[in-house]
């Protein structure tokens, strides 16, 4: 019982740690598996490979189906807390790269293919599994969750301004007779969908002004664009370096799996479960 218990705990450090040669080991093999099985999903959605392939990416599918379902059952015997690691963000992620191809099986009529293919495409969810082995993930997701008061409040001026200049452009320019076609800033609507395209510089050239007032405002929000568009851009930055200074380390909670802790804490900073 007692060697069954080591060799459990054993197992848990190379599926949860990437301190260890072995699990980094672990992750570089697993990391490589996502991205292939990733690839294969996408593959499969091209027609012309699909004909001739179909059989050979069906194949490969059901592989790593297999080695993934392995992967979220280990985790799930070898986790201090299995039910709260199913809970958490990983353990659904875990779940959600397997569960699409099983489902698929309880729907083999012709009526349900629509169905079928929907729950496919969940299989890409595999590439949020990336996230556990890239290093730095941690801090970058820290930093976004950090900072989201500002990035709220950053949003919430962005918004007001696009608004009111999708407002002020269709009382400037309205709408138009173009070969029998209404066109043009039609509705508000219209109006705030064209200043959210002016104002991240995308120009997509659907909707255009064609009154000097309305250029002036084009002009003047685009260069509003240019101003605003380094701003989450710092915030963030700001707040990865602050998190970065931690130097957290990879060891990873036995029961949630998330990874980043610094060097002395105790307990897991997502779900509070000790990390002895």
Known sequence: MAEWSKNR???????????TPEGRRFDVILFCC???????????????????????????????????????????????????????????VDLLSVLPSFIGLFFPGGHALMVVRVLRLLRVFR???????????DVLMGA????????????????????????????IEGSHVVDGEIKGYTSIPVGVYWAIV????????????????????????????????????????AEMIGASAGNPTSEACPSCGVHGHLPDASYCRRCGSSLD
């Not at 405002?217 to 101003?227: D, E, F, H, W």
């Open 127 to 137: 590439v949020l599994k990336m996230a556990r082995h890239i290093a730095g993930a």
């Open 198 to 237: 002016t104002v991240t510089t995308l120009g997509f050239g659907d909707i255009t002004p064609i009154t000097p007032l309305g250029q002036i405002l084009t002009s003047l929000l685009v260069l509003t664009g240019y101003a605003i568009l380094a701003v989450p851009t710092g915030i963030v930055t």
């Open 34 to 92: 996502i991205g292939l099985s990733v690839l294969a999903v996408m593959l499969e959605s091209v027609k012309s490979i699909n004909q001739r392939w179909g059989d050979v990416l069906h194949a490969v599918e059901w592989g790593f189906t297999a080695i993934f379902t392995l992967e979220y059952v280990v985790r799930l015997w070898t986790s201090h807390k299995p039910l709260r690691y199913a809970r958490s963000f990983f353990g659904v």
């Open 9 to 19: 705990e054993r197992l848990r450090e190379i599926i949860f740690e990437a301190e």
């Open 144 to 171: 976004l969750y950090s900072s989201r008061a500002k990035i709220t409040v950053f949003f919430t001026a962005v918004l007001t301004i696009t608004l009111i200049a999708g407002t002020m452009m269709y009382m």
